[in-house]
């Protein structure tokens, strides 16, 4: 059984850092994709960054050079380090994880950027 457990979020001013954290169990670690999906109240869920296997990565337009995806393979755990954090930030945050023809979700992680 393939479970993914998200850590993290919380409440931070504007220009503060958050680092999120996906732990995933019941998979073989690094799958094929990995990555994150934010959802604002009232939004559609957004693609946010993606990590493949061999370690390529590709970011939203609105998280480019801001947002920075890793991973920890011996803890298949993925992390998502969010720096210079804006009110439209604020959303839920969900990692995903690729493996094959099959995807997985977390349980979601609230980001809210506020003073």
């Known amino acids: 059984q393939v479970q993914l457990v998200e850590s993290g979020g919380g409440l931070v001013q504007p220009g503060g850092s958050l680092r999120l954290s996906c732990e995933a169990s019941?998979?073989?670690?690094?799958?094929?994709?990995m990555g994150w999906y934010q959802q604002a109240p009232g939004k559609e869920r957004e693609f946010v960054v993606m990590l493949t296997r061999q370690g390529s990565t590709n970011y939203a337009d609105s998280v480019k050079g801001r947002f920075t995806i890793s991973r920890d393979n011996a803890k298949n755990t993925v992390f998502l380090q969010m720096n210079s954090l804006k009110p439209e930030d604020t959303a839920v945050y969900y990692c995903?994880?690729?493996?094959?023809?099959?995807?997985?979700w977390g349980q979601g992680t609230q980001v809210t950027v506020s003073s």
């Open positions: 019941g998979i073989i670690f690094p799958a094929d994709h």
């Open positions: 995903y994880i690729r493996t094959g023809s099959n995807v997985y």
